[in-house]
């Protein structure tokens, strides 16, 4: 296995190869204020969650907390970043597979058309708790510098995401046809995402994200869109729920400090776009978390 990187800006930028069909590493933990923002890769992603607690955001999807043990699944191609919540650090391991290079053993024995099928439906799944999930990932950072062991407990994860995956597909019947073209370019809309995430608690405005990324509001809105598959305002909405939900975990401010905070100027508008987002309002979002 080749050396593996230590800096979470290390993991953004590679490639995997016949020699190294996978790629392991646990990122140094992350303060409060840096961001990873929105990317994507060509291969499948898991990220565990070790210590803490983050925030894992996939725009089309919104954004989710995530706490110690919990385990993301991705698919190639989807756009998605993480930060650490508001109370501490949180620390990860991510891996990165080439399942089709990981797997090559085991051709005439085993059919993998389902990792096609994650791939065409664009997969995304949170597993809170991680279960098996979690403890397989772990044996193979364990285990990462010898490639054939790798292969072995790569052979047993896959055969435990298959079976989840056809639990899912089951159950929500997911669509295997290919999703529509979705133009990619986190890169133009990057100056929006960090005003977002440094000054979420501000007053912003479409013009002002979109001055921001020298666009006018109208491009702007339909780059937004075709990037992220969400509106600027709703983007931002997402994000402040998102850092709502980790001070409601946290008894150290009233509700209304929190609405305040997030960027809310009334109690009424945070406890409306909260519950529209996540289903409770903030009140009964704390009681049945704390």
Known sequence: MPHQPKHLSQLLAFNLTKEAPIRLAIGDSLP???????????????????EGNGIFSIPSEGI???????????SPGILHYSRSENFGNSKWLWAYFNFSLLLAPFPLKNNWKFLEQMTTCRYVNLIRGGGEIRELLLQLYRNREDLEDCRAWGFLLARRLEAMFVQVMQKEQLLLAPAPYR?????????????????????????????????????????????????????????????????????????????????????????????????????AFRQNRC
């Not at 709703?234 to 929190?258: D, G, P, V």
Request: glycine share 4%; proline share 4%; hydrophobic share 35%.
């Open 64 to 74: 989710q907390n995530v706490s110690s043990g919990d385990v993301y699944v991705i």
């Open 183 to 283: 133009p990619i370019a986190p890169e133009r809309i990057q100056k929006a995402l960090i005003l977002i995430s440094r000054n979420f608690s501000s007053k912003l405005t479409v013009e002002e994200l979109a001055r921001e990324c020298g666009m006018s509001e109208n491009n702007f809105r339909r780059v937004f869109y075709s990037t992220t598959g969400v509106s600027p305002l709703q983007y931002l909405h997402q994000y402040r729920c998102a850092i709502a939900k980790s001070y409601l975990l946290n008894n150290q401010f009233s509700i209304t400090e929190i609405a305040y905070k997030c960027g809310y100027p009334t109690i009424s508008s945070f406890d409306r776009q909260f519950k529209q987002l996540v289903g409770v309002s903030p009140r």
């Open 32 to 50: 409060s204020d840096e961001i990873v923002y929105l990317h994507w890769h060509n291969c499948f992603e898991l990220a565990l969650c070790l």
